[in-house]
């Protein structure tokens, strides 16, 4: 029974995009840092396993936030009076220009961290700032913290303003230098090539960031078809291209060359030229259903995505959503596809619970490997869930889910393991 430990109490999890499993009173067997399965009758062979026991609390997989800028934590709820290219500029270009401060990061990254930790997220994909100290000082409390994480150095070397630009040959040299510094220092933590956007990156930028991907196998984090603005700039930018997608893609840069998360994908539907880069790359979307309504982006096509066989996960979008949560992410997915419904597309039924549960989990947590669900030889990642102030009725599993993701502020993480460790504990 060497390192069997067996979580009991009431299981939910997604075996696929149409299946979710509920369970009462299971038990969740798992061997280190690996899940070895879920049973409703405890097999024989397990009988003398660690027990701890969670009756009554709802046992799930970890949520995968797949898209979070760390730095904007700052000044989240904040400025959401305008769209995209005007709020980068008003709001989010100035607050990222502190962190060259290293003791500006010092005074607010905590924060994030520890609000990160304390969240039921397991796994993140991280966009910090253009700048190499702050940047690690990040990822050394990140590897600290026990949550597991891409984090990205950010790539900027046009159409930025003065305080917050590196030259071509600058930022390529930074982000050298800022892999070799981390290089072998963590366990939990891991860098990804994050060039911000198309307008934001030149040419020779994305060519030489290609070049480390190839050279590292790095994986890239970006944004896509957020803003009908920023697509017509990017055709500007990029005219040989007849789709955004493209202008990664033309430097591997979008799934071919390296695994891929494109944040938003609002549009991508408009091009099929898109859909099928997204598709046949196998590219990560990270849907950020907040965020796209607080900046009136629009609301991405989840579900005609999700019936073409693409990945997608969620973010939160911090600070373009104003929290970490992803139980409001979840209610936020669900709500803005029914706007969606409404006005946009009378096809596509909206997003349910069981979905957004699935994008949230087994989704987003695709991208870390075999991460988000609860079968055999996947990673060992969960939160237990005390939501005892929200059944006043006997509810399904499915219903205290339903109320979980609604109302998740009447709730408390019981615990919460990464890679088999119940990181809650960790001072
Ligand atoms: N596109 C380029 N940068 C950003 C950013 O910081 N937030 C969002 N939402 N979109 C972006
Ligand atoms: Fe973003």
Request: hydrophobic share 35%; proline share 4%; glycine share 8%.
């Amino acid at each position: 029974m060497e390192g069997i430990r067996i979580l009991k109490g009431d299981i939910i999890y997604s075996k696929s995009q149409d299946e979710l499993v509920t369970m009462k009173d299971g038990f969740l067997v798992t061997k280190k840092d690996t899940i070895l399965g879920v049973y409703q009758v405890l097999p024989i062979e397990y009988s003398e396993g660690l027990v701890e026991d969670y009756t009554g609390k709802l046992i799930m997989p970890g949520f995968t936030d797949l898209h979070v800028h760390a730095p904007q934590y700052t000044f989240r709820g904040l400025g959401m009076n305008m769209e995209l290219i005007p709020w980068l500029n008003t709001y989010t270009f100035p607050a990222e220009a502190r962190y060259a401060d290293i003791e500006y990061a010092k005074k607010v990254y905590p924060k994030f961290v520890e609000d990160l930790k304390n969240s039921p997220t397991t796994r993140a994909g991280i966009f910090a700032t253009i700048h190499v100290e702050s940047t690690e000082y990040l990822m050394d409390l990140l590897e600290e913290s026990g949550v597991i994480a891409g984090v990205g150095k950010v790539n900027m070397d046009r159409n930025s303003p003065e305080n917050l630009i590196e030259e071509t040959e600058e930022t390529l040299r930074n982000t050298r230098k800022w892999l070799s510094d981390i290089d072998g220092r963590y366990k939990r933590v891991f860098p990804i090539v994050t060039p911000r956007f198309i307008p934001s990156c030149t040419n020779e930028t994305m060519e030489g960031l290609a070049e480390i991907c190839r050279e590292t196998g790095l994986s890239v984090q970006s944004h896509l078809s957020e803003n009908q603005s920023e697509i017509a700039w990017v055709q500007e930018l990029h005219p040989d291209t007849n789709c955004y997608a493209q202008a990664y893609d033309k430097y591997g840069m979008c799934g071919s060359g390296s695994k891929a998360i494109m944040a938003h994908c609002v549009y991508s539907d408009q091009r099929k030229e898109e859909l099928e880069i997204l598709k046949k790359n196998q590219v990560w979307v990270a849907h950020c259903p907040e965020s796209n309504m607080n900046l009136a982006s629009g609301v991405a096509p989840v579900k005609k995505m999700m019936r073409e066989g693409i990945r997608i996960g969620i973010g939160t979008d911090v600070a373009a959503g104003s929290k970490l949560s992803l139980f409001t992410a979840m209610a936020d997915a669900v709500k803005a596809s029914k706007m969606r419904w409404v006005y946009v597309d009378k096809e596509e039924e909206p997003l349910t619970v069981a979905e957004v549960f699935y994008l949230a989990t087994a989704g987003g947590g695709s991208f870390f490997g075999k991460v988000g669900r609860f079968e055999e030889g996947y990673e060992f990642d969960a939160v237990i869930i005390d939501d005892s102030r929200l059944s006043e009725d006997e509810l399904s599993l499915y219903e205290r889910l339903e109320r979980l993701v609604y109302v998740p502020e009447e709730s408390q993480i019981a615990a919460k393991y990464v890679r088999g460790e119940n990181i809650l504990l960790h001072k």
